[in-house]
């Protein structure tokens, strides 16, 4: 680190955090690239999941952990960001992903207006920092409502009890095994129609027993499919881009070469996503995501995408999770990705990538 001489002889602790979906950070995690970029001296890559400290793992929803990397969902970083923490923006993925309604099969319930008067499912995970499968399930619905020319209020909102799993200091808390709360609830009758996303969305809506009222996925209108997966924001603390930008630099750098890699090798990513998708086939991976998923990991800061991130900083606010409002532009900050850009340019694959495959 020449230019910060200060620090050249200090250690950098960088951590990372993922959701567990489809992201360049969690290929360049899997096949071990973003370890051995941060392998050698003056940095060290912490794992945010493996961490003993509560509030540090909390950090993947509150952002307050310095040095902290994230690329995923959206309501997280967006609602941390009007709470006052000081976060940037340093690129944005897009991947789209399945969002569903569905009903029970022997419903009455046939389309999206039938769902007037009726009672739509909506977790509530009471323990959560943040309650992102909330947000997203109400904008799902909301979303779907507004294309049929209904407004949340035409119907009964139901909210349902939600368990959270990590909740103490100690070793992370795997739960044993998922509970679709939400399901049960349509099962049990308490509800009529529920949200379901990734490819376990399109598992169930595949499933006998139930009916697909929607697929908000396949709508032509990139802006009506922005929810808490699309668009996806890599955001780092401010503090620590000033401090060590030539770090953020080669964290972007890696994920630019692992969406250069996932371009030329589409069979190979659906394979390391399944399991990212709570273990799915690699049919539902490509239902959930499109065909063309290995081309969805590049970092961009389009107009498109800032205005994908925008309107979901617009719902969240509107529906009472973005405390402060904030201009989504002064979150953003261009130049660690035109820097990355050069430095990939410079050097377009890692020699890590070619040990990797002669593995």
């Not at 969305?201 to 396949?218: H, W």
Request: overall charge negative.
């Amino acid at each position: 680190m020449s230019s910060h001489s200060s620090v050249s002889n200090q250690v950098v602790n960088l951590w990372y955090t993922r959701c567990g979906a489809a992201t360049a950070s969690a290929l360049a995690i899997r096949q071990q690239w973003l370890q051995q970029e941060f392998a050698g001296n003056g940095t060290q890559l912490h794992s945010l999941r493996d961490s003993e400290s509560l509030e540090v793992r909390n950090s993947h929803f509150h952002h307050k952990q310095s040095g902290m990397f994230r690329e995923g969902g959206n309501i997280p970083p967006i609602w941390a960001k009007g709470l006052g923490h000081d976060t940037v923006v340093v690129g944005i993925t897009w991947l789209d992903e399945y969002q569903g309604i569905i009903v029970r099969e022997d419903s009455d319930i046939h389309s999206v207006n039938d769902l007037k008067g009726k009672r739509v499912g909506i977790p509530e995970h009471a323990d959560a920092v943040i309650d992102f499968q909330r947000g997203a399930a109400q904008h799902g619905f909301a979303t779907a409502f507004e294309l049929h020319g209904l407004v949340p209020a035409d119907a009964k909102w139901v909210d349902i009890a939600a368990p959270s799993y990590d909740l103490t200091d100690g070793p992370r808390r795997e739960r044993s095994e998922y509970r679709h709360v939400e399901l049960e609830a349509l099962n049990e009758g308490r509800v009529d129609a529920i949200f379901v996303r990734f490819a376990r969305g399109v598992r169930l809506a595949n499933t006998p027993g139930y009916r697909q009222l929607i697929n908000i996925n396949e709508h032509h209108d990139p802006f009506v499919r922005v929810n808490n997966g699309t668009p996806r924001p890599v955001t780092v603390d401010r503090a620590f881009l000033h401090k060590h930008p030539d770090v953020v630099d080669r964290y972007l750098a890696v994920l630019l070469r692992t969406a250069a890699w996932a371009a030329t090798h589409p069979q190979e990513v659906v394979q390391l996503l399944a399991p990212e998708n709570q273990s799915s086939s690699e049919a539902e991976v490509i239902a959930s995501h499109g065909a063309n998923v290995h081309l969805s990991f590049t970092p961009a800061l389009s107009n498109q995408y800032v205005k994908g991130l925008e309107i979901q900083k617009n719902f969240l606010r509107d529906w009472g999770y973005v405390k402060q409002d904030f201009d989504i532009q002064d979150w953003i900050d261009p130049a660690p990705l035109a820097r990355a850009e050069k430095l990939v340019r410079q050097q377009p694959e890692f020699t890590v990538f070619a040990a990797a495959q002669a593995a």
